[in-house]
């Protein structure tokens, strides 16, 4: 009979991010196969994701091979209007994105910590498809976002913002939400990310959602079976609609390319 082997964490050694190929021979020497169903990890050059490859036949695993199905319309020909939301405080994640994107999308509607970076820098941007807040919910009440002052804290999209976000996503055909809206950790201060999750669970339009508090605001919600597809990859996601050669993609390439399976 066959076997199954489970391992403790690999990341606990120092070797596995260092894609040593020696841990990846000790590893190797467990299996026949190696079989990639990790999506989350693709981005990483590691000896679990990418030496191993270079021991074993290798291939991807039925969720790494949705991941990959989903998210390619989006570097292709998504259906339109085409809606990008993009928010959370990691704004050198999503720059690579934008970029990326910009070419494919109708709008990107930019939320979270990160918008404050675009509102300083407005006068920068030169693409009118680059949609930016119109008020701001802070720590001292809801204001424009040409109104703020010292000692306010912007915490969430405003009324008047959430009301024109949600009236874009509903005329859209193709949606991608990476990030909150707000600080969902303060229910006062989550009613941007509410807003956008109910109006795309109620859109008719293909619907792509990733990062790990959008995700985890969703569960909450109750509203994951809503969506067309929730993204395991968050950093993942990311590199791969900006264009990346993902690390653990490119070591199944070689010999075995990723091969989707076709539907019965």
């Known amino acids: 009979p066959g076997e199954i082997v489970l391992l403790e964490n690999v990341r606990f050694y120092a070797e596995e991010e260092q894609n040593n190929a020696e841990f990846a021979g000790y590893l190797a020497e467990l299996g026949d196969l190696y079989v990639n169903d990790a999506f989350g990890t693709c981005h990483r ?8 490859t270079r021991l074993l036949p290798s291939y991807s695993g039925f969720l790494l091979q949705k991941e990959i199905s989903m998210l390619t319309p989006l ?3 998504p259906k339109r209007p ?10 050198r994640d999503k720059l690579p994105v934008i ?3 910009l070419k494919r999308a109708d709008a990107i509607l930019i939320g ?3 918008m404050f970076t675009f509102l300083a820098a407005r006068k920068l941007l030169h693409s009118k498809k680059i949609i930016l807040p119109l008020d701001v919910s802070t720590n001292k009440g809801i204001v424009s ?3 703020m002052k010292k000692g306010m804290k912007g915490l969430d999209i405003g009324p008047e913002t959430e009301e024109a976000y949600v009236a874009i996503v509903k005329e859209a055909k193709t949606v991608f939400w990476n990030g909150p809206m707000g600080l969902i950790e303060q229910k006062s201060f989550a009613h941007g990310t509410i807003a956008i999750a109910k109006a795309l669970a109620k859109a008719k339009a293909i619907t792509l959602i990733g990062g790990g508090d959008t995700l985890e ?4 919600l109750k509203l994951e079976k809503k969506y067309t597809h929730l993204s395991t990859g968050g950093g993942a996601t990311l590199e791969f609609l900006s264009g990346k050669n993902l690390p653990g993609l490119a070591a199944l390439d070689k010999k075995h390319p ?7």
Not at 82 to 91: E, N, R, S, T, W
Not at 217 to 220: F, S
Request: net charge positive; hydrophobic share 50%; with cysteine.
């Open 82 to 91: 085409f809606v990008v939301l993009l928010g959370g405080a990691k704004i």
């Open 145 to 147: 976002c040409d109104k």
């Open 112 to 114: 979270g910590a990160m």
């Open 45 to 52: 050059a590691h000896a679990s994701v990418d030496a191993i």
């Open 258 to 264: 990723v091969r989707l399976q076709k539907k019965r």
């Open 75 to 77: 570097l292709s020909k």
């Open 217 to 220: 605001i969703i569960e909450k």
């Open 99 to 101: 970029e990326k994107l």
